[in-house]
T-cell receptor, first 110, second 117 residues
């Protein structure tokens, strides 16, 4: 599985959009980009995933660059409850093991 | 959506005892489940892949005789930490995914916090 690089931490004001970047320059053509988040002392929560098209669901939007070497997770209106560690993971499929990096610790402040 | 349940959510026991953790997929069947471990301030590390009806596949460095995995049905996998010692204290998390579609995501349980005294 391709490795990912994320900033260790980010801050965001409540109500503003949070844009979390992820670099995956060695991604292969059939690997998906998955985003999860982990709130303290809980199991990871699935957010969104995509292959090459931009994706949107009720939680977030995922923007994948045309060359697929990077992506951005967008939380359009961050709330205090979005404070968590966000993981960007590249994998062939959900059947494959997920390799968790260190993620980005997002702090949403009032 | 897909729901994965773990039990117990936390357990404290004496050194030398064995502890069993259950992972259930509540609204879907899962031929494959995964077990992870997370130490404080660290990321999740995969321990093993649990396959229904067959032996689990362990990651390098994980003792299969210490961490027994049983995946006897399509909705239940168990992890037994045998003869647990304080260094086994950790946050254990399982995940599973639905069978439909090759790229459907894994869904995680809420984890089991294990403390060995």
């Amino acid at each position: 599985d391709a490795k990912t690089t994320q900033p260790p931490s980010m801050d965001c004001a409540e109500g503003r959009a949070a844009n979390l970047p992820c670099n995956h320059s060695t991604i292969s053509g059939n690997e998906y980009v998955y985003w999860y988040r982990q709130i303290h002392s809980q199991g990871p929560q699935y957010i969104i995933h995509g292959l090459k098209n931009n994706e949107t669901n009720e939680m977030a939007s995922l923007i994948i660059t045309e060359d697929r070497k990077s992506s951005t997770l967008i939380l359009p209106h961050a709330t205090l409850r979005d404070t968590a560690v966000y993981y960007c993971i590249v994998s062939l499929s959900g059947f494959q093991k997920l390799v968790f990096g260190t993620g980005t610790r997002l702090l949403v402040s009032p | 959506g897909a729901v994965v349940s773990q039990h117990p959510s936390w357990v404290i026991c004496k050194s030398g005892t064995s502890v069993k953790i259950e992972c259930r997929s509540l609204d879907f069947q899962a031929t494959t489940m995964f077990w992870y471990r997370q130490f404080p301030k660290q990321s999740l590390m995969l321990m093993a892949t649990s396959n229904e009806g067959s032996k689990a596949t362990y990651e390098q460095g994980v003792e299969k005789d210490k961490f027994l995995i049983n995946h006897a049905s399509l909705t239940l996998s168990t992890l037994t930490v045998t003869s647990a010692h304080p260094e086994d204290s950790s946050f254990y998390i399982c995940s599973a995914r639905t069978e439909a579609g090759g790229h459907q995501p894994q869904h995680f349980g809420d984890g089991t916090r294990l403390s060995i005294l």
